[in-house]
Structures are given as C-alpha cells and as structure tokens.
C-alpha cells in the first residue's frame, strides 16, 4: 500500500481513469510487513507503470520496482479494492487525550524495537497534533 500511496499522494480517488506514475526514493526504505515479519528495501528505490481506474472501489496496478542490488526490476501488478478510510477534520477535538510515539529502544542483532514516549503538553486538535508532527518530520529529515 505504501508504494501505491506513493503513486497517488492524493489518496485513491484522485485517479479517474489511468495515471503514469514513475518516482524515485534516495533517502528512505520502503518498509514492508506482514502479521509474522517485517523488513524494508533500502534507497535507492523506484517504481514506473500505471494506476487505472476499475470501478468506484477499485484500481488495478502494474508496476516496474527497481531496488539497490537487484538483479531483475520487481514485476508488481493486481488491483486495490476498499472502502476510503476515514478523515478527520483539523478540528477534530482530542483535548485531554495522552499522545505518544515510537522511539528507538534497545537493539538486538536481528531486530529493532521500541519504546512509546508520551509527548508533554498534550494537543487540543488533530489539525495541532499534524502540525507538530509534519515540524518535528521535517526537522529529522535536516
């Protein structure tokens, strides 16, 4: 899902009828997982094809994946059906909710994990809350 968002940053139903995609990723993994595993391809990565629209919920894929160290680009291609997840308005109150994120824990040879970190101060909005989150993302990125 993460690679067709990339295809279509503004969600699903912004495709009509077909779209070209072809993007490039030099800075950050595409993570993947499941339930049992999880695991990522490292930058450099790209995608080239095309979305097309099927029906009202459903948009069919084929797409070229080329990752660092590959032998053969990846040949991706299905469809996508669903429902459109739910939007929150900015104003969506969450006064007196208790936020946290994910922060690097201790690590092991294998595997990462985390640890929750409440953020202080609390929000009184989603639109507040993504603005502290959109600041502290581009701050990392630095």
């Known amino acids: 899902?993460?690679?067709?968002?990339r295809g279509a940053p503004d969600g699903p139903q912004s495709i009509d009828t077909t779209k070209?995609?072809?993007?490039?990723?030099?800075?950050?993994?595409?993570?993947?997982s499941t339930q049992s595993t999880t695991g990522e391809y490292a930058p450099p990565w790209s995608a080239s094809g095309s979305?097309?629209?099927?029906?009202?919920?459903?948009?069919?894929?084929?797409?070229?994946?080329?990752?660092?160290?590959?032998?053969?680009?990846?040949t991706l291609s299905g469809?996508?059906?669903?429902?459109?997840?739910?939007?929150?308005?900015?104003?969506?109150?969450?006064?007196?909710?208790r936020v946290f994120y994910l922060a690097p824990g201790a690590s092991s040879v294998n595997s990462k994990t985390y640890t929750a970190?409440?953020?202080?101060?609390?929000?009184?909005?989603?639109?507040?809350?993504?603005?502290y989150a959109k600041k502290k993302a581009a701050k990392a990125a630095k």
């Open 117 to 131: 970190q409440e953020i202080a101060g609390g929000f009184r909005t989603i639109g507040a809350l993504r603005a």
């Open 79 to 97: 469809s996508w059906t669903g429902s459109t997840p739910a939007v929150f308005a900015d104003k969506t109150s969450i006064a007196g909710w």
């Open 1 to 5: 899902m993460k690679l067709l968002a």
């Open 20 to 32: 070209a995609v072809n993007f490039e990723e030099t800075k950050h993994p595409l993570e993947l």
């Open 51 to 74: 979305l097309q629209r099927e029906s009202p919920d459903k948009i069919s894929f084929a797409l070229l994946f080329h990752y660092a160290g590959e032998i053969e680009p990846m």
